[in-house]
T-cell receptor, first 107, second 113 residues
Framework: KNEVEQSPQNLTAQEGEFITINCSYSVGISALHWLQQHPGGGIVSLFM???GKKKHGRLIATINIQEKHSSLHITASHPRDSAVYIC?????????FGTGTSLTVIP | EAQVTQNPRYLITVTGKKLTVTCSQN?????MSWYRQDPGLGLRQIYY???????DKGDVPEGYKVSRKEKRNFPLILESPSPNQTSLYFCASSSIGQSEKLFFGSGTQLSVL
């Protein structure tokens, strides 16, 4: 049973488009992580947020703790944004992950 | 440079031959953890450690062992690997608490024949 659901599973966009990736979870949490995994496998942490909104460059993450939902937005998407985006939810001392959204941005 | 160092990057072995994947971090992090990533299943937690000599099972611990004798190191041990343990493995660390940023190793692609 997966505690974390992501949508969409796959996403193809034209360069410059605004992109939204969604994450819903069923457990009570105090924070949520967004991760990025490029082809070749390395994983980097993009955001850790517990409320409201965070912005880093063209990336914006929002979370609604009461509704158990988070979104990752990419403004003015670029081919270098092509990657798998994963949300991670810590519960106690364990982490549960969505299965990821594979994003391809076409020039 | 702050980093999590994971070795080896690729490993091919045969069923039953004991192996160890090493993980080391230079950030004095208390929390370290191991994950496996499989197509369609995403990342799943194998074991985690809150500090030296403190380890606990994650979601999929069967067939794996870990140890935390030093704060910086958290090796993953497969005493008798089986083909269903073929997977991409990641080590990660963070400061104590689930609300701290995770730092990942570069991954180990393991194939068990």
């Amino acid at each position: 049973k997966n505690e974390v659901e992501q949508s969409p599973q796959n996403l193809t966009a034209q360069e410059g488009e605004f992109i939204t990736i969604n994450c819903s979870y069923s457990v009570g949490i105090s924070a949520l992580h967004w991760l990025q995994q490029h082809p070749g496998g390395g994983i980097v942490s993009l955001f850790m947020l517990s409320s409201g909104k965070k912005k880093h460059g063209r990336l914006i993450a929002t979370i609604n703790i009461q509704e158990k939902h988070s979104s990752l937005h990419i403004t003015a998407s670029h081919p270098r944004d092509s990657a798998v985006y994963i949300c991670a939810v810590p519960t106690g001392n364990q982490f549960y992950f969505g299965t990821g959204t594979s994003l391809t941005v076409i020039p | 440079e702050a980093q999590v160092t994971q070795n080896p990057r690729y490993l091919i072995t045969v069923t039953g031959k004991k192996l160890t994947v090493t993980c080391s971090q230079n950030m004095n992090h208390e929390y370290m953890s191991w994950y496996r990533q499989d197509p369609g299943l995403g990342l799943r937690q194998i074991y985690y450690s809150m500090n030296v000599e403190v380890t606990d099972k994650g979601d999929v611990p069967e067939g794996y062992k870990v140890s935390r004798k030093e704060k910086r190191n958290f090796p993953l041990i497969l005493e008798s690997p089986s083909p269903n343990q073929t997977s991409l493995y990641f080590c990660a660390s963070s400061s104590i608490g689930q609300s701290e940023k995770l730092f990942f190793g570069s991954g180990t692609q393991l194939s068990v024949l």
